[in-house]
């Protein structure tokens, strides 16, 4: 009901009392006068609004007998009582009391109804203090005036303008971002109709709102902004004739009195496009009059205008006002900034210059971009913005600079403060993932200025802790995945060891500490000088050594960390230096290790934070998250912080809200807390007995029935801070162990997860129970046999969620007995022994160890690289490296030129990051020379990669550790190249020394290492590795010394690689500066008086080696791509659909790079691990495989017909005695001489077949075969039958 159109009130009821002439109260309610006190005055109010609250419009006898109250209630007494509760009941009565005698007022004064409403307006102004308890009262009082619309009766009184430009100003002073959408939406009622029901708006309430729009009074209350810009947008059929008027009066008419507002007119214009261009369908025709304007200053002033007007996001003015645009375009600016604003016109000129060669005008358009982006970003494009990007990986420093700080002040004035809205917001938001991604790169000075940006743009350490970790918590949430793995929030922990005092400061490890830091500083050269004093001048100034403790102590928290900076700085500071260095460097490293980000109150914050996630009362949607990802993430976050700050989450508070997330469904939410547990709850057991107790039976149930990597978090939180933990560690075991059962594989993973880290943990208490564990059930019952039938459709990989249960409990089974052996860390029971035997026939037999053909070709991959990864792993361990035998280590080798795509990409992101981080012995840096055969492009481009690195890495650590001299055989780089050599001259695919074609794979896989180790001639290495391929031909194959082949093919590799290092090198014919050693597991020692001076390649093969085409590379199967034409080179990618695999080709896990990333701090964590061991396997049934005949890789020919035909013979085996002919193995066949011969005499025109999968010259592949898992038949029976064997694996050896 509302007053819209109301009759005339009656006279009859002004003045109507009762019949007794007294005013008639609600039951219970005493006369309200002047005589009584305020109190009681406000509780007889309260009683009188309750009633009228209850009343409704049909009660006409109540209306009757209240009518002399609602009188009386309008009294100049109510009405100017000092009293604010006394004001604000009475106003909630007079609107109860419109809407109930609605239509027709109970007041006939124009005077009385204008006294009123200015009363009620002036009661508005209590909405602004959402906290007050009389606020429900005031929003009531909002709701009643808005749903009834009890202002319209002011349509009749003459000075009714005044009354609604009292209420809009009112309702726009009151509104604040504590308000929430109900206020909002009855205040916009409440004035839309007086807009839209009254006969016009005049000039001074269209100020009134207008006003708001205006950039001084939108920065200075943005919420009176958008609820001025939803009312324009509700109303903008009724108030574009007004709005036009004035603008007429204004720019045409010249009449600037009109409006206190004139001044702004193009300001409101911008706005007011902005918000509906409908609102300016009579305005626009104006500046067209402007634009030929006499006045100079008043013409580029439409100009900049019109600029800003046609270049805004998703705008049409161009189109649906030619004449404007043309008349636009003909005008002229004179300033850069003003050229900047037709960007439509001036883009392609700018990315011409930002890509200048001479570096100030480089620098110059980053300037002007960035300057006009911060005026305002509508001035600028995404293309613009996309320029200043690029420049942030400028080759100079000078140019990334200005770019870099550009786009961090960009995201501080409209990310962080949100000066232009949302839409502005989400325009920029890409800059945090841009400025975070840069500290991949190798400057130091890149690093050291995103580490500035971080801390004064991104999440500005100045804040307050909860608004800062508020910043932290939702940039966390919303990185993208490369940026979270690159920038870690966490302090650089390892200057606590550098500075912590040494009186031994010149000894060499302190000298070594101080090199390490200086690298990490700016002009490491410079700062080696400085490092050296600060460490002098720490020595010297024991009450500076102090404050330098304290800021990187574990407990030193933010506000006392800025005191310490300021304080170290103010001492080293030298008033009569103006410019000084050292205090320059200094700074930086303090800038670097001090915590200003995070201490334990920080960390109380992110907690209280992710809390309210939970509970569902934060604001995620509103800063651009779903709760679920502000959950996980915000976890994400304080695990990566339990790394580096573990001593800041030990309160009760944190612990019960890691609990809570122990009990929620998500697994990576339960995963991560888990792991915070285990980093940060050492003193739990003694200081918080309450979180104990609640947190063991959860860590056992999660132990023992959550997913593989609760599990393993589990065990291993259990072992890192509880004191029993031998007695909780049983309490899973043996549980565990006895409830296993191969029939139900699903039901097997968890399990041999937990016993598998249990094993590893604590090998002593759990040897016996863990040996019977191994022999009867992991190899007897679970590996040795195949209890259910894979899918046979072809596929060489299958995505995690497709892979049968039972191969996955087979490669956990895999991994436990890896565990269990890196726990003993010894081969007393030769159970290591018997371990690699079975991880060999696993490779020799592809997968397939029972060869039952049960297994699916994309379960068999799966197990192939578990059995190369476990063997990988075991080599970590030197008591394991020295037992692993040659021929092991080939097969292992061979899984980098696996068939399956997937096995060689993952196979060689665990050989890089094993070798990056030197866990690995120098000859598996070898097996990336067999990537110079894989026939993806992107595959030997990450391995050339992995070589640069781990070559980096390796000299670097050379000349830093003065030590590693002692150790150059393991560590030297160059010293790979024995390692390769007999790795190439016992790949199965060089069967024929004298084969022009295998000699030139020969030639690519030397070349592809020795084009990485010969880009520099450091310590005239390339004299030093030509000595090592010499000497190696003075020696015989240890691994098989008397068969004559062998020491053929090693010495043809041998002149290979000479022949080589001679054609690029002018400097390898120097002295080598020092004899080489040759590892005596793969050499003789060298014969006396025994010299080899033959040649074993004829110099015609050796130009064509070297200036003869490459080779085309071959087509492994493993590439999971088809092949749509013979001879198409591997590399070409097919256009084909790639249904044998869901993983793309071209998908690269980036190998690690840049500085400290979670895996940094997970290698923290070290493996505890003691003796036990396990039976001979199957020592009742010998087996054996031919290692020469079966390598583990799949070899096969591309032609008709999809099927591998497998040939197999009868395999005995006496371990006393000779070899017999062995039972062919499935896998990576080589050619013998005598099959190549049979080869030969069948198609003496047909190049022999590769270990590789290879496209026949004059086959195409079916169209009946599997996208990207192309299959075709081996080699023909006649010629495998003719291959004789010719070296055999022991697996009971």
């Not at 949100?418 to 890409?430: H, I, L, M, P, T």
């Not at 009990?663 to 739990?684: C, L, S, W, Y």
């Not at 000349?959 to 790795?983: D, G, R």
């Amino acid at each position: 009901m509302d007053f819209t159109a109301q009759p005339k009130p009656a006279t009859a009821l002004c003045g109507v009392v009762s019949a007794d002439g007294k005013i008639a109260y609600p039951p219970g309610v005493k006369e309200i006068t002047d005589k009584i006190t305020t109190d009681e005055m406000i509780k007889r109010l309260k009683m009188v609004v309750k009633t009228f609250m209850d009343m409704d419009q049909d009660s006409e006898d109540e209306k009757q007998q209240y009518l002399p109250l609602a009188l009386h209630l309008a009294s100049e007494f109510f009405l100017r009582n000092p009293n604010k509760d006394v004001r604000l009941l009475v106003a909630c009565c007079l609107a109860d009391i419109f809407r109930i005698y609605a239509p027709e007022a109970p007041y006939t004064s124009h005077d009385k109804l204008k006294d009123i409403f200015l009363f009620i307006t002036r009661q508005l102004k209590g909405l602004e203090d959402t906290k007050s308890p009389q606020f429900n009262r005031y929003f009531y009082l909002l709701e009643n005036l808005a749903w009834v619309k009890s202002y319209n009766i002011c349509f009749d009184l003459e000075d009714c303008n005044e009354i609604f430009i009292q209420l809009f100003r009112t309702l726009f002073s009151v509104i604040n971002n504590s308000h929430n959408k109900k206020v909002q939406m009855h205040m916009l009622d409440l004035m839309s109709s007086i807009i839209m029901e009254g006969d016009g708006v005049t000039q001074e309430l269209l100020d009134s709102i207008l006003i708001n729009l205006i950039p001084a009074h939108k920065n200075l209350n943005k919420q009176s902004f958008d609820l001025a810009k939803v009312l324009l947008k509700r109303t903008v059929q009724t108030i574009e004739a007004c709005i036009a008027n004035f603008f007429n009066q204004v720019l045409v008419l010249g009449r600037s009195s009109v409006s206190d507002l004139s001044e702004h007119v193009f300001d409101l214009i911008q706005e007011l496009f902005a918000i509906d261009p409908h609102l300016l369908l009579s305005v626009m025709p104006q500046l067209e009059f402007k634009l030929k304007s006499n006045d100079g200053e008043e013409r580029l002033a439409v100009v900049r205008l019109l600029a800003k007007l046609f270049g805004s996001k998703d705008s049409d003015l161009a189109t649906q006002n030619r004449p404007l645009w043309q008349c636009f375009l003909g005008r002229e600016s004179h300033s850069i900034i003003q050229i900047l604003e037709f960007f439509s016109l001036i883009t392609e000129y700018l990315k011409v210059r930002s890509h200048d060669p001479e570096e100030a005008i480089r620098h110059d358009v980053i300037v002007t971009i960035i300057t006009a982006a911060k005026r305002d970003l509508a001035l600028v494009n995404d293309q613009l913005l996309g320029f200043v990007r690029e420049r942030t990986l400028d080759k100079r420093w000078r140019v990334r600079k200005e770019a870099m700080m550009g786009l961090a002040q960009l995201y501080k004035k409209y990310c962080l403060h949100g000066e232009a809205g949302k839409e502005a917001a989400e325009k920029v938001s890409w800059i945090k993932d841009k400025l975070l991604h840069i500290y991949y790169q190798n400057s130091i000075d890149d690093k050291l200025l995103v580490e500035k940006i971080f801390a004064q743009y991104l999440v500005p350490h100045n804040l307050e802790t909860e608004e800062r970790m508020k910043c932290l918590y939702y940039l966390y949430a919303n990185l993208d995945p490369n940026a979270v793995n690159q920038k870690n929030i966490c302090d650089w922990l390892f200057f606590y060891f550098c500075f912590k005092f040494q009186s031994e400061a010149n000894c060499s490890a302190m000298f070594g500490k101080l090199m390490t830091i200086a690298k990490n500083l700016p002009d490491p050269g410079k700062a080696q000088d400085f490092v050296k004093k600060f460490n002098q001048v720490l020595g010297d100034d024991e009450k500076l050594r102090s404050q330098l403790e304290l800021l990187i102590s574990p407990a030193c928290s933010c506000k006392q960390a800025d005191v310490c900076v300021r304080e170290i700085a103010r001492k080293l500071a030298n008033p009569k230096q103006p410019t000084n260095p050292f205090l320059e460097m200094v700074k930086f490293l303090l800038e670097r290790i001090a915590p200003v980000h995070i201490d334990s109150e920080a960390i109380s914050a992110l907690v209280k934070l992710m809390n309210k996630s939970i509970e569902g009362t934060a604001d995620d949607e509103e800063e651009g998250v779903s709760p679920d990802t502000a959950i996980r993430s915000g976890l994400e976050l304080l695990k990566v912080l339990s790394f580096t700050h573990p001593t800041s989450f030990h309160s009760a508070e944190t612990y019960e809200s890691l609990l809570q997330c122990l009990r929620m469904e998500d697994d990576k939410v339960a995963e991560a807390a888990i792991q915070i547990f285990r980093n940060t709850g050492h003193k739990i057991e003694t200081d918080l007995p309450q979180i104990r107790s609640t947190l063991i039976p959860i860590l056992h149930q999660k132990a023992k029935r959550g997913t593989p990597h609760q599990a393993k978090q589990a065990v291993h939180c259990i072992h890192a801070i509880f004191t029993n933990k031998e007695v909780q560690l049983a309490q899973i075991f043996e549980p565990l162990s006895r409830s296993l059962n191969a029939d139900v594989p699903e039901q097997l993973i968890t399990p041999l997860v937990s016993l598998g880290h249990i094993s590893m943990l604590a090998p002593d208490q759990f040897a016996s129970p863990m040996k019977s564990v191994v022999a009867n059930f992991i190899v007897k019952d679970l590996l040795m046999n195949d209890r259910s039938t894979g899918e046979k459709n072809g596929k060489l990989w299958s995505p995690d969620e497709e892979v049968s249960p039972e191969v996955l409990a087979k490669v956990q089974a895999i991994k436990l007995l890896v565990r269990w052996l890196l726990g003993m860390k010894n081969n007393q029971s030769k159970s290591a022994n018997s371990t690699l035997r079975l991880l060999s026939a696993m490779l020799v037999s592809e997968g397939d160890l029972t060869e039952q053909k049960r297994i699916s070709k994309s379960d068999m991959s799966r197990l192939r690289l578990a059995a190369g990864s476990a063997i990988m792993k075991l080599a970590q361990e030197p008591c394991y490296h020295e037992i692993i035998t040659p021929e092991q280590f080939q097969l292992c080798a061979l899984v980098i030129n696996d068939e399956c795509y997937q096995v060689r990409q993952i196979f060689a992101q665990k050989l890089h990051k094993a070798l990056v981080k030197l866990l690995l012995p120098l000859e598996y840096m070898a097996i990336f020379a067999l990537c110079a055969k894989d026939p993806v492009k992107e595959r030997r481009a990450h391995a050339r990669q992995c070589l640069l690195k781990n070559i980096s890495i390796r000299r670097e650590y050379i000349k830093q550790n003065p030590m590693a001299t002692e150790k150059l055989l393991s560590l030297l780089p160059e010293y790979v190249v024995p390692y390769m050599i007999h790795l190439l001259a016992h790949d199965p695919d060089f069967t024929r020394s004298q084969d022009v074609d295998q000699l030139r794979d020969i030639k690519e896989c030397l070349w592809f290492m020795l084009e990485v180790l010969m880009t520099k001639n450091e310590n005239n290495s390339h004299a030093f590795m030509k000595k090592m391929a010499e000497n190696i031909k003075l020696t015989r194959d240890a691994q098989s010394p008397d068969e004559s082949k062998a020491n053929e093919k090693l010495y043809t590799v041998c002149d290979v690689a000479l022949c080589v290092i001679n054609s690029k090198s002018a400097l390898c014919n120097a002295d080598s500066p020092k004899d080489p050693v040759l590892p005596m597991k793969f050499f003789t020692q060298p014969e006396k008086d025994f010299c080899n001076d033959k040649s074993y390649i004829s110099e015609e093969t050796r130009v064509l080696l070297l200036t003869g085409k490459p080779k085309p590379a071959g087509v492994l199967g493993a590439v999971n791509k088809p092949l749509s034409a013979t001879g198409r080179k591997p590399y070409v990618r097919s256009t084909g659909p790639e249904t044998g695999s869901s993983v793309n080709v071209n998908s690269e896990l980036n190998p690690p790079t840049g500085n400290p990333s979670r895996q940094f701090f997970l290698q923290l964590f070290l493996l505890l691990a003691i003796t036990t061991g396990w039976k001979e396997i199957n020592s009742d049934q010998p087996t054996q495989g031919n290692i020469s005949s079966d390598r583990g890789k799949k070899r096969t020919v591309a032609a008709a017909g999809a099927e591998n035909i497998q040939q197999k013979t009868d395999e005995k085996a006496d371990e006393s005695g000779p070899a017999a002919p062995a039972k062919s193995r499935r896998g990576r066949r080589p050619k013998s001489e005598s099959q190549g011969n049979a080869t030969k005499n069948d198609d003496t025109n047909k190049p022999l077949n590769k270990g590789r999968k290879r496209a026949a010259a004059s086959q195409e592949i079916p169209g009946g075969l599997e996208a990207g898992n192309a299959k075709a038949p081996k080699l023909q029976d006649v010629a495998r039958k003719a291959a004789p064997a010719e070296r055999q694996i022991d697996l009971q050896r």
